[in-house]
């Protein structure tokens, strides 16, 4: 469809679904516009309310259907993944800065780049960059509280606080590099590309990539800021090399990358995915932890009990029966505000969902949001309780803040580690609390799940703490 194409030709042009999915029709969509760009969330809480675990949205061609129910999920993710690609908006919009990066790549190149990649994220690997995790944590804390006195408190936007960490510990043990130089153009550079492809995914009119739109400009000028701060690194390895037994350019990521033989262009790639992926939704996880933990104090004191008591501060490997309180802490609130709320697949060939004989070219769309709160899977889904993660037997069918099947992400392990290290330094000698007038912030659907706003919380160093 042409970029001129007017926006009315579009909305006459969707049809309802004739598979027999119920869903909204084109005119409610056209209602709902402006709240679905606004506050897509909610939207899709509201479908899924009025028309159940399956649901047909009114688009022009093959059809798009929404899929809550853990066996369809399954289906899609990974039983029948080989026949569920990544051709759709959302991987579109997004490969526009991250380019041909692990997250958005498409088979053949994707599984190559996986097997390159996986080794930096290898339980050793991750046990030996632990001292770099907790460094990032404590200086972005002491940066961030400044000097607070035993007893005393103030006010912080917690979600600039983990954002910061989150990038520096993605610096620090992927790349074996300082990004504190470049920490405040990286941030502003990942949030704005976050906002575009955002914008991009939501655009009800396609546009070619080439025309000199507000947004292209702007994505453009976006990627290469990040291309240039990518570019550095890369030219800084390869000057310097930092061979290590068995590897050139080093056993991190960047130089298992440089060491695979990927040209330059494909290496920005993937640091431009890990910066993005891996920095944006730890922050999103953790912002919102910090933040049920404040509203939830004996949770919080039931954590601090935990982690006071160990005998050697936590590690990026630390086994859940070490930390079994902790762990479900971060469990529940990755059901609660799973960071990746989104995930999109384009069927290939013809498939059978929920029942339903759908063609080739489908979009199924996934929402963790969603699925996570269905109250067949879990009882009394909207409550934080953190019990409901203690039992390792527990039934964990619909809990997916990290995908499923072959694309799983593969920092999950990096991403839970980092949550643990992260609260472990800052709640032993910290209290997060709500600050006056307190309302909880609207969840905002970025890239990642963020606070609209930020996430003001009291944050009070504890008596008696050295
Ligand atoms: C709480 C933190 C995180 C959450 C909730 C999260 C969530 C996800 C999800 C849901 C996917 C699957 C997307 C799909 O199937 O389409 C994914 C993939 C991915 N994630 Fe994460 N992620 C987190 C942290 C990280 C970290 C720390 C890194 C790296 C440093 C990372 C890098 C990736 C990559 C590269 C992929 C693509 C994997 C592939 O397709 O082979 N993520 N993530």
């Known amino acids: 469809m042409s970029g001129r194409t ?119 690997r991750l046990e030996a960059v632990s001292d770099q995790v907790r460094a990032a944590a404590d200086e972005a804390f002491s940066a961030g509280l400044g000097a607070l006195s035993p007893g005393s408190g103030r006010v912080v936007d917690v979600a600039s606080l983990t954002h910061r960490v989150g990038l520096d510990a993605v610096g620090r043990a992927l790349f074996s590099a300082d990004l504190s130089g470049h920490a405040q153009q990286l941030l502003d550079a990942t949030s704005d590309a976050a906002e575009l492809v955002v914008r991009l995914g939501r655009s009800i009119l396609p546009t070619a990539e080439w025309a000199p739109t507000p947004t292209n400009v702007r994505l453009r000028l976006t990627r290469r800021r990040l291309d240039a701060i990518t570019s550095d690194l890369i ?127 489908t979009l199924a769309i996934i929402s963790p949001w969603l699925v996570h709160r269905r109250a067949e899977s879990w009882p009394d889904p909207a409550s934080f309780r953190p019990e409901r993660f203690l039992d390792p037997a527990a039934a964990r069918s619909g809990y997916l803040p990290f995908g499923q099947g072959p694309r799983l992400c593969i920092g999950r392990d990096f991403a839970i580690g980092e949550m643990a290290v992260v609260l472990d330094r800052l709640l032993v000698d910290h209290r997060v609390g709500l600050p006056q007038g307190w309302s909880r912030p609207e969840a905002q659907a970025q890239v990642a799940v963020h606070p609209r706003g930020g996430m003001p919380l009291l944050v009070t160093r504890l008596a008696g703490t050295a």
């Open 235 to 361: 030219a800084e390895r390869r000057a310097a090399g930092r061979p290590t037994a068995g590897s050139v350019h080093g056993d991190d990521l960047l130089g298992l990358l440089l060491d695979s033989g990927m040209a330059d262009a494909e290496v920005r790639d993937e640091l431009v995915t890990m910066v993005i992926a891996g920095h944006e939704t730890v922050a999103g996880a953790l912002t919102w932890t910090l933040m049920l933990l404040a509203e939830h104090p004996a949770a919080q004191d039931r954590l601090r009990s935990e982690l006071s008591g160990l005998d050697r501060p936590v590690s990026l490997l630390d086994p859940r029966d070490r930390i079994p309180w902790t762990r479900a802490v971060i469990d529940e609130a990755l059901r609660l505000y799973p960071p990746a709320w989104a995930i999109s697949r384009r069927s290939l060939g013809p498939d059978v969902i929920g029942g339903v004989e759908v063609p080739a070219g």
């Open 6 to 124: 007017s926006v009315a030709t579009r909305l006459q042009a969707m049809q309802p679904t004739d598979l027999g999915v119920p869903g909204p029709t084109s005119l409610d969509m056209a209602r709902a516009f402006r709240s679905v760009r606004r506050d897509p969330l909610s939207f899709l809480v509201e479908v899924s309310q009025r028309y159940g675990d399956l649901v047909a949205f009114p688009v022009p061609g093959p059809p798009a259907l929404l899929v809550n129910d853990p066996d369809d999920v399954r289906h899609v993710l990974q039983t029948a993944a080989r026949n569920w690609g990544k051709k759709t908006v959302q991987y579109g919009a997004l490969s526009r800065v991250t380019g041909q990066g692990l997250l958005a790549s498409a088979e053949p190149g994707w599984i190559e780049h996986r097997r390159v990649a996986a080794p930096a994220f290898h339980h050793q």
